[in-house]
């Protein structure tokens, strides 16, 4: 049995949520989000909790078990509290500012680079070097904050380039010269 799948989602007094077969919809007070799940599971509402089931024991349905339930998890998270992802830049001149929606990064290149922000995503900058990207749905915040990291990773030899918080960056020691 699915450690996780087995857990209850506890449903917060503000949010809804409503089932049709193999489609979710969950609405809150930071906006909607819905999704169809795929087959070999099934979500029942009891009171204030939801219960991801297994429809038969099939190796496909024991490996979407644990999926769905945090995929609703993660619904249910998103429109009562929203994710964040918070990102940091190192590097002499390496700086980010808002100009209107869009997030624009001065990171050694010859020109700036610019990202326009996906429907449901904002982004804060503070300090000019910390980055905030947020927004309900966990995986559009997690995609948008790895595609900002990768227009300039860490680099491993003095550690420029943008980080997560918290992040660790394996340091190399460079040429040691000549003897």
Partial sequence: ???????????????????????????GPKGELSRTLPTGV?????????????????????ARHGLCRTLVANMVEGVSNGFQKRLEIQGVGYRAQIQGQSLNMSLGYSHPVVFNPPEGIQFIVENNTNVVVSGID???????AASIRAARPPEPYKGKGVRYAGEQVRRKAGKAGKK
Wanted: without cysteine.
């Fill in 138 to 144: 966990k995986e559009i915040v997690g995609n948008v």
């Fill in 1 to 27: 049995m699915s450690r996780i799948g087995k857990r209850p989602i506890p449903i917060p007094s503000k949010v809804t949520v409503s089932i049709d077969g193999q489609f979710v919809s969950v609405k």
């Fill in 42 to 62: 099934e979500i029942i509402q009891e009171g204030d909790t939801l219960l991801v089931t297994r429809i038969n024991e099939s190796r496909m349905a024991r």
